[in-house]
């Protein structure tokens, strides 16, 4: 994969599973002949990827082994992102870009290296069209303040979905109060999907922004970007993406969806926490006012007045997070050299493990579409299993069994309100993750559900 320690054998180096050359004695002659034996199973992703995670593979005060199913709030870090922070600060740690020295050089060409791995990994037509923030939230906040406040008036009109983060609602409820614009709601279909038909209808020439995930950190479901950017253009209204449950997880491509702005977060596709990323259009970020103000966003300052260097830098107000660049630039080399296709298509079978799995547990109550040939769920499952509180059924998980996942609203307060609930477990997985992984899991849901069973 490229990604490799030195004299750390390669898990992708395989035997061919369907022949095998054994010793055969026939009468009293023995020979060897290569024949056809049984397939043996192949490893699986998750087998092979695996042991590139230290923390993975770690025993727990309970005396279990850790198995981890909170991906969709952040994940693990394989070691050559944990090796790429480590040469940068032992190495040439040094601030970038203005520094003529030899360690700000080799600072600099990292740093913009990164911003490069990342354009071609989401096929951004050039580099200057990332730019780098300290999360998806601060991505989403920064085209709320420079696109938002430069551009929405009274009258205008935000059409979001029930289903999105708090951190594609809270910047549009800040920017709809200081200009007057309109935030507008699609809701669920009885699938507990985001009504698509309804969100097509709403759009009308008041439209001026759409704001939907990707795939939704709650329901498992995937939203058609293409169609939903096409309408929104169609009445000259812009188009932001919530990339960050379908980036770390599938092939994305910004210049096939034609997406306006996209957001995604290092943290959840194995980078380090600290750091995210805003695609814009290049005419966009162009006229886009400053977000921060200070260093290395200016291209003159004066006493009475400032001029503003262009984007990316623009939007990078002063010292970067110049490490976390570099070892998110590691984990696109990682995640690369797996392949997003070979990612995505492990995950759909993954996530069908799961869910056929959790329907076997009495009272089981999963929120989203159910999986099928036509339907394909990200590999996590929000659920409540008759009343037993979801932070119960975490913490034993946890406590009695070692298996780590999440439990809460998941920044998804609306959603929960409209799904008639206040909280949900949440189980999901990433290509690490193995269908022996599910059944640890399941096994030790069932124990848990047992407990709380008898308690009632």
């Avoid at 050089?105 to 990292?110: I, L, Q």
């Avoid at 200016?298 to 990078?316: C, G, K, N, Q, W």
């Avoid at 010292?319 to 995950?347: N, W």
Wanted: aromatic share 8%.
């Amino acid at each position: 994969m490229g990604t490799l320690l030195p004299n750390h054998p390669s898990p992708l180096k395989t035997l061919n599973p369907n022949f095998t050359s054994i010793p055969i004695r026939n009468g009293f002659k023995r020979f060897s002949s290569s024949i056809a034996v049984k397939p043996v199973q192949s490893a699986s992703l998750g087998d092979i990827t695996k042991p590139d995670f230290p923390i993975l593979h770690q025993v727990l005060e309970n005396g279990k082994k850790l198995v981890y199913l909170d991906n969709a709030a952040t994940s693990q870090k394989p070691t050559v992102v944990l090796n790429a922070l480590n040469d940068y600060y032992s190495r040439y740690n040094s601030n970038v870009h203005r520094g003529v020295h030899t360690l700000s050089d080799m600072a600099t060409n990292a740093y913009e290296s990164a911003r490069t791995k990342v354009a071609n990994f989401v096929n951004a037509p050039q580099s200057q069209d990332i730019v780098f923030t300290r999360n998806a939230t601060e991505a989403i906040n920064l085209v709320a303040y420079s696109w938002g406040l430069a551009n929405l008036k009274l009258g205008d009109e935000i059409i979001l979905t029930v289903a999105e983060h708090h951190s594609a609602i809270v910047p549009w409820q800040i920017v709809a109060q200081k200009t007057g614009a309109t935030l507008k709601f699609v809701t669920l279909t009885e699938k507990q999907v985001p009504d698509v038909l309804q969100l097509k209808e709403m759009i009308s020439k008041n439209t001026k922004l759409v704001v939907v995930h990707h795939v939704s950190n709650v329901l498992g479901s995937s939203l058609p970007i293409g169609d939903i950017t096409a309408w929104a253009h169609s009445v000259g209204a812009k188009m932001l993406v919530d990339a960050c449950q379908s980036v770390p997880h599938m092939v994305v491509d910004v210049q096939s969806l034609d997406v306006d702005f996209l957001v995604a977060s290092s943290h959840k596709m194995c980078g380090p926490t600290g750091i995210g990323f805003l695609y814009g259009k290049s005419e966009l970020l162009s006229v886009m006012p400053p977000f921060l103000g200070g260093g290395e966003m200016i291209a003159d300052v004066f006493l009475d007045h400032s001029t503003y260097a262009e984007p990316p830098s623009r939007f990078e107000a002063g010292t970067p997070a110049i490490g976390e660049a570099i070892g998110l630039g590691a984990a696109v080399d990682y995640l690369s050299g797996i392949g997003m296709q070979k990612i995505q298509d492990y995950e759909i079978e993954l996530a069908g493990y799961l869910h056929e799995s959790m329907r076997s547990i009495p009272k089981m109550r999963i929120y989203g579409p159910a999986p099928s040939r036509t339907v394909h769920r990200a590999a996590l499952c929000a659920f409540n299993v008759g009343t037993i509180q979801p932070t119960d059924i975490a913490a034993y998980l946890n406590t009695i069994h070692g298996v780590a996942i999440r439990s809460g609203h998941h920044c998804a307060q609306p959603l929960h309100r409209h799904l008639d609930v206040n909280s949900s477990a949440r189980a999901s997985l990433y290509f690490y993750n193995t269908k022996e992984d599910v059944d640890t899991f399941i096994e030790a849901l069932k124990d848990t559900v047992g407990f709380f069973s008898s308690l009632e």
